[in-house]
């Protein structure tokens, strides 16, 4: 099994690496749903069945899905790669990766000296997950439900065509 | 009875607030009810309180309600407390009467102003204050309510705030008074220091214990309440203030810059009298300056051409009296005429608002003239107030109340003969300027018709000041004229017995034929000037002499001018020059290295989204390394 | 089940994380930037479930949940201003939006 987590975790990093990457919106899209379908697999090998199931339903499927609505939405054609291609001069990547590098050299330097505890030894049930999220972690749910109709009211405030022209 | 007292200075206050928070919102009629109402009922209160004080006076003649304790740190525990005796009680009645009857006049005479309700509010936080000075019983409080009439002063001049000269006259007022309040200041602080207290009854009982006569202490402590009283009161060298303050509604002038306000130095120095028996020297001060005064105002006076100066300068020179009866230890005298003054000062003041108001606000008495036909009523009220200003024998008020003071300073054990002979001059100086008002404005021909004549709400105070202008004075009579001793007996309750000293061949009966004739001259003059050769008066002034004398005196004795020079000018030129000196440096300085960040910082503030992820980044990369490496 | 070591799952995390933060950087498409911080809470929640998992305890995966829950209102209230964003500027450059100049 530790091989099929090394494998996911190499498919992870490399599509998202072409996620970033891409010009085209659809593609990187479709890279992003890729990596996180991986991160899905990291999950279900680390013994975490639900939110692994989670990670697929709600991440890869429903909010990767709003991505793509929005893209389709905004019709960018070919113009709009041309203009991707434009503004990623190699030159920009030199300043971010040379922070993200230092920042994955600091966590590398944090977990250098490695522990011999192993993850995923055991299965965290649902149920467990269920029981725990419903009792001690009874607010928090509420007040994610409190963040999400806050969202939603939000989108669809913003959401409105007449709006522009109301405020202009 | 007596602890009704506390309402005394409470309804005023309380109609201030109504006054000063609602005031604009209230119609005509409602803001004299509030506003006079309030002075109403503290009138009826302190007549009720007098009433009792003289029927059923309280054990040892005074009386203290405790209201709460002010302040408690480190020993010192002024107290909101008020304090009654035969002076308090008198001077709340007095203030609180004659404030009623200028406020129903307000009524009246300021309705077609735009800050009607302004100027009750005013005029009623004055009287709260002035009670409260009364009725404090320690200094702090004496002072609040000093620092208080001075703010209501200063607000009242300068009520037509929108010609710059009254605010110029508004500040002067309370620049100048400021003066005195800081040596006033200075006296308390040294007055605490060494004794410990500032309650007054304490006060005066501990400088007894711990002062000897002449103690360099208590002359210091006398002195410099001595300073704080000139600035009050506009005695010499601080008297440049009052003619100024004319510039303020004639009301105004009326009550504060005539009747009440300006006697609080007398009645500072009457109530810590004590200390000042223990000062011998700091009394006799007080001596010198009300004689000097009296004289010098006087002169200046006489050539004023506006009506308020006029009696401005008279109120000075009255005040003189009462300081010099002070300085010569005739505390009742100074009273009485304090009680006098404010009666027929405040119905001077009263008539000269009327013909100013029925003459198109003129000021200038060479403008008036011939008023007595057409302004009868008037004219027979002002008449009987400057009869008893210049001390009409016999059926006057001022008259037994100045004559009092004369003598008195004959005969006390601390008068002198130089005191008594500028006294008099003083006498024949009032009945001529007083005189030359009267016949310039009341008697010739008519100069400037009458547009409007007073109604009843203003005529009614008129003739009740007029009365008590003349019957004011039968409450204390020589023993030649009935020998009534009422006023003195009732001011013995609080203050002490005046010590005689050697006659020298002179006798009451003596001393009053002098007063008597120095007003009869006073008249005569005025009479041979202003009446039979008014050309005579103008061939005066033609002279080089008479012309400099004239401006001299116009000016009055060019201080003025001397203070312009003196103080006003060096400092405004040291402030010019301090303008740039270094400590401004480090100050402009600082601005400039705040300026400077400010322009450094607001570059990194460029809108740009990424550009402020790749500042949290940064920041949270620098945070990791320091919880690694440190 | 798997028995790796810990510390490799939290690099993982890390690494993704690094990704999601050099792509926000870079790109200049606000759906990118938007995509870029999807990664970003992906790789935070992982390292929440790499913990979690390492205990045997469910908080790991609730506290997932919860940070799946705040990705989804921010996506949707994003795109929202990703549309109106585009209505306004008729460009998806983010730098465009910076009326906010100090």
Redesign the interface.
Known sequence: ??A???IA?IV??VS??L??TRLN?VH??LY?IV??LS?AV??Y????P??AA??VI??AG??MV??VF??M??N?GKA?TEM?RQ??KPG??A???I??????G??????SN???????????EPK??A???FGP?LI?VEL?SM??L???V??????R?T??KTEK | MFHLVWLIPAFPIASFLVLAIFGTRLSKKAVPLFGVGSIALSAVVSILIMFRFLTSPPPGNHYTQILWTWVDVGGFKPQIAFYLDALSVLMTLVVTCVGFLIHLYSAEFMQEDEGYSRFFAYMNLFVASMCTLLLGNNLLLLFLGWEGVGLCSYLLIGFWYRDPANGLAARKAFIVTRVGDTAMTMGLFLLFDKLGTLQIQDLMHQALLHWAVGSPYAVAAALLLLGGAVGKSAQLPLQTWLPDAMAGPTPTSALIHAATMVTAGVYLIARTHILFSLAPSAQFAVAVVGAATLILAGFSALTQPDIKRILAYSTISQIGYMFLALGVGAWSAALFHFMTHAFFKALLFLGAGVIIESLHHEHNIFKMGGLRKELPLAFWTFLAAGCSLAGLPLITAGFYSKGLIIWDTWSSAQGSHVLWFAAVIGVLLTSLYTFRLIFVVFFGEVKTPVHKRPGLRMMVPCVILAVLSVVGGFLDTPPFLGGVHSFTDFMHLALPVMTEGPAGGMTEILSESFVTLAFLVGLYLAYFFYVQKREYAEKLTAPAIGKALHQFWLSDWGMDWLYERVFVRPIIWIARVDKQDFVDNIYSGMALLTEFCYRGVRKTETGRIRWYA?GI??G??IF??IV?FL | ????????????A????????????????V??I???L??ML?AAG?AF??A???W???????V???I??????????G??????I???FKT??VDAASEMRG
Do not use: C, K
């Not at chain 3, 795109?79 to 109106?84: E, I, K, R, S």
């Open positions: 099994m530790d099929v987590f090394y975790a992870a990093i998202t690496v996620a970033i919106a990187a899209l992003l990596s996180l991160v990291v999950f090998v680390m013994g975490a639900f939110v989670l990670e709600v991440y429903a909010i709003l991505f929005v893209v939405m905004l960018l709009a991707e503004w990623q920009m990547w300043g971010p990766s922070l993200a590098a230092i920042l994955i600091e966590v590398a330097y944090l977990l490695p522990s011999t505890l192993a993850f995923g030894a055991a299965v965290v467990l997950v029981i725990q999220l972690y928090g994610a963040l999400l806050g969202a939603l939000g989108a669809y405030h913003l959401g065509r709006q522009g | 790749a980044a940064a949270s990369i990791v390394a690694l | 089940m798997a028995s790796v070591p810990m510390h490799q799952g939290l690099l993982l890390g690494i993704l994380f690094a990704l999601g933060l050099t792509g926000l950087l870079v790109r200049r498409n759906v990118f938007l995509m870029s999807e990664i992906n992982l479930v790499v979690g998992s390492r045997g305890q469910p908080d790991g995966q609730i997932f949940i919860f799946l829950t705040m990705a989804a209102a921010e996506v949707s209230v795109l929202a201003l990703v549309l109106q585009y209505r306004r998806l450059d």
